[in-house]
């Protein structure tokens, strides 16, 4: 999980939750399953706008700052395709928590212990908080599920430490083995870490909706060179294909489709897109503005933005991620774009503005040739007259490469995504048309 858990973990996954001993899914275990698919679907659960905004505004700041983790100085954590839209395994249902964060199921062990994780594809290490750790949700509010290895048949020592260092703390347990499930998918002798230390989370993790995280990015950004679940599933023949695709539920349940994809979540056809480098899900941006490339206002563009010391032209980067809420721009881009849509920010960076102004809100990045736009309704979150605007500015500084946006959930929820591990490219298509 290079330090970019913390970033999404925190800028995205912002969110309130209050859980009691018993998970809110395990009543929903007799949930329909479709039998021509394989596919699993469960129930969704969420708050309502006003109190994520509530909740939101309260901790975001706490959450930013853990979040800092992500790509500050990633390596210095670090320890010494055809594909067939027919062919897949099996599903994972992916919970969104107030349109900020999505969750499923996983469970690790024999017998199954179940816990809810943020399937992260800014990060590439599966973690969850193991039973003494400090700091891991409260006596009541925020309890969160802990990893018993005394209670696993399967459960193997491995000894190495597993540290990160959050902006706001530490992070830190050890990695163990064992077996991991995904919606009856058995991945033998998976290393993930056992948390000990979740203090460096802050109340983004405390009082959040989820025990830990599971990462879907590439081995070369994994701490202690760990094999992520994904791949690990496919060398041992579990997963058929390396492919795994995301429908994201708004204000519905979502799906994470492991092995293949579902044709009929998206429209037409998928465009694919090369990854810049396979670390995370990162791809090159041809411009960013709020209209089509014919009668928009261009933000940034790869031939005219320049570098502020050298006044060369630079390219633009952006990584797709699962486990940020938000869309993230550089500082003076989201500024400019706030300006000219009449909005308002608070002391923690968060941009209001009227709700009845919401609609005439566009944001259109050009990727590849093609335009993915957004519209107000995916670019806010309403609660009465007030819509948050779900953009922020950050400016990212990385040792593993260039990243100027993060095209989070946000992003993701008005196009399917699916991310080739082979072919290290990613397609997307706009999801069908919601009711």
């Known amino acids: ?41 469960v129930p969704i659960h969420r708050i309502p706008d006003d109190e994520f905004l509530e909740t939101f505004q309260s901790q975001l700041q706490d959450a930013e700052r853990a979040a800092s983790i992500f790509l500050r100085g990633a390596t210095a954590f670090e320890f010494d395709g055809s594909i067939n839209s027919s062919s897949w395994d099996g599903s994972v249902v992916i919970q969104n928590y107030m349109n900020a964060q999505y969750y499923g199921v996983v469970s690790i062990g024999t017998p199954p212990q179940d816990f809810r994780v943020i399937f992260d594809t800014g990060s590439s290490n599966l973690w969850v908080p193991q039973k003494g750790c400090r700091d891991c949700g409260g006596a009541v509010f925020g309890r969160k599920a802990k990893y018993d290895a005394g209670d696993s048949e399967t459960y193997e020592e491995d000894g190495e430490i597993f540290a990160i260092a959050y902006g706001s703390g530490p992070v830190s347990g050890e990695f163990v083995s064992d077996t991991v499930t995904l919606d009856g998918l058995q991945i033998q002798h998976q290393e993930f870490a056992a948390v000990d230390d979740a203090s460096g989370l802050g109340t983004a993790f405390r009082f959040g909706k989820f025990d830990g995280i599971l990462g879907l990015a590439f081995p070369s950004i994994s701490v202690g060179g760990v094999n992520p679940v994904f791949a690990n599933g496919v060398e041992q023949g579990i997963i058929k294909s390396p492919t795994f695709a995301f429908y994201l539920g708004d204000h519905t349940k979502g799906e994470l489709t492991l092995g ?28 960013v503005g709020t209209g089509s490339s014919s009668d928009g206002n261009t933000l940034s ?10 006044q060369e032209p630079t ?26 849509w009449g909005a308002e920010s608070n002391f923690a960076g968060q941009y209001f503005l009227p709700c009845i102004q919401a609609h005439t809100l ?26 948050l ?10 040792t593993i490469g260039q990243v100027d946006w993060i095209l989070g959930d946000a992003f993701m929820r008005k196009f399917y995504v699916v991310h080739d591990y082979e072919g290290e490219r990613i397609g997307m298509a706009p999801v069908v048309k919601r009711l």
């Open 1 to 41: 999980m290079t330090n970019k858990n913390a970033l999404r973990l925190v800028v995205a996954l912002v969110c309130t939750a209050v859980s009691s001993s018993s998970f809110a899914y395990e009543s929903d275990h007799q949930a329909d399953e479709v039998s021509d698919r394989g596919i699993l679907r």
């Open 260 to 287: 293949g994809y579902d044709e009929a979540r998206f429209e037409g056809d998928l465009h694919w897109v090369p990854l810049v480098n396979a670390t995370w899900w990162q791809i090159q941006i041809d411009s």
């Open 301 to 310: 563009t790869a031939t005219s933005r320049t570098l502020e010391d050298t």
């Open 315 to 340: 390219d633009i980067y952006a990584i797709v991620d699962s486990g940020t809420s938000l869309i993230t721009g550089p500082t003076p881009d989201v500024t400019a774009l706030m300006t000219e």
């Open 362 to 387: 566009s944001l259109v990045f050009s990727i590849d040739g093609v335009e993915y736009a957004l519209q107000g309704r995916d670019l806010t979150i309403a609660s009465g007259e007030l819509c």
């Open 389 to 398: 605007i779900l953009i922020m500015g950050m400016d990212i500084e990385s």
